[in-house]
């Protein structure tokens, strides 16, 4: 089954075999890409991926590019540390007595909990074969990477890591009285990268009163929540192969 994946890759080639390569010195590159992303660690659930390029041309062989791809990737074996706490108050007459509180702890197991992770690459690319149809090349560069839990209300999380990558660019057509050329992207890219999704946030959920003639005793509730496994650096990287289009203007 594994020597099937060869076939498109082979008819590519042949048909790469039709079409010309220009001189990309000053010229703009538009990509859309999709493919899947292994994460390296097991903390992710590795799946598809789709995203995109700009890159600029200054020579031949020397570019730089701004990648971005999205992944939304299953969080593995944690759970949420509730801790409630009840504090009264008694004010009589004036004066105002602490009457105790109360805690209770909870323990929430959470399953197909989903970051969304979008990590955005700045790169500098070099290009081998310019004068050729199959044009292999080497890209590497930061990163900048997004993350959320959708199912959680705090903000995205934001961190930073590198990226490397290789492939292979195959010109198929020119276009527009030879003022594009189109092209196929074979992409194969390593990210690294890592972003704690530990929260530890309070919100005061109630405050309500109780009152008689002489005395009147306050409650105030609050709910501090805790995600207790991920208090850890999660990985975010990992391995990606695509395949994208790309169009050179």
């Known amino acids: 089954m594994r020597r099937n994946y060869w076939i498109p890759l082979l008819l590519i080639a042949m048909l790469a075999g039709s079409a010309f390569s220009d001189d990309m010195t000053d010229k703009f590159g538009l990509e859309i890409s999709g493919g899947w992303y292994h994460p390296e660690f097991s903390q992710l659930n590795g799946g598809i991926n789709y995203g995109g390029s700009f890159s600029y ?5 020397l570019y730089a590019e701004l990648r971005a791809s999205v992944f939304k990737r299953e969080i593995l074996d944690f759970d949420v540390q509730r801790r409630t706490t009840t504090k009264y108050k008694i004010i009589e007459r004036g004066q105002v007595y602490m ?7 909870e323990h929430f197991n959470f399953d197909n909990i989903k970051a969304r992770i979008a990590p955005i690459d ?4 070099f290009s081998f074969l310019n004068d050729s149809k199959v044009n292999p090349y080497i890209s590497l560069g930061g990163t900048f990477f997004d993350a959320k839990i959708d199912e959680l209300p705090d903000p995205n999380i934001t961190a930073f890591g590198f990226n490397a990558g290789l492939g292979t660019e195959i010109f198929l057509a020119s276009l527009f009285e030879d003022r594009a050329n189109l092209a196929i992207v ?3 890219r ?3 990268g890592e972003a704690s999704f ?3 946030y309070t919100k005061k959920s109630c405050n309500r009163y109780f009152m008689s003639s002489t005395m ?3 409650v105030d509730e609050y709910v501090n929540d805790k995600l207790k496994d991920l208090d850890d650096e ?3 990287g990992g391995f990606s192969g695509s395949l994208g289009l790309k169009l050179y203007f």
């Open 234 to 236: 999660i990985d975010l």
């Open 216 to 218: 009147r005793m306050d």
């Open 99 to 105: 009457a105790g509180s109360e805690t209770l702890d």
């Open 190 to 192: 390593y990210h690294w």
């Open 198 to 200: 530990g929260l530890d």
């Open 122 to 125: 700045i790169n500098i690319g």
């Open 186 to 188: 074979i992409d194969g």
């Open 57 to 61: 041309h200054f020579l031949p062989w």
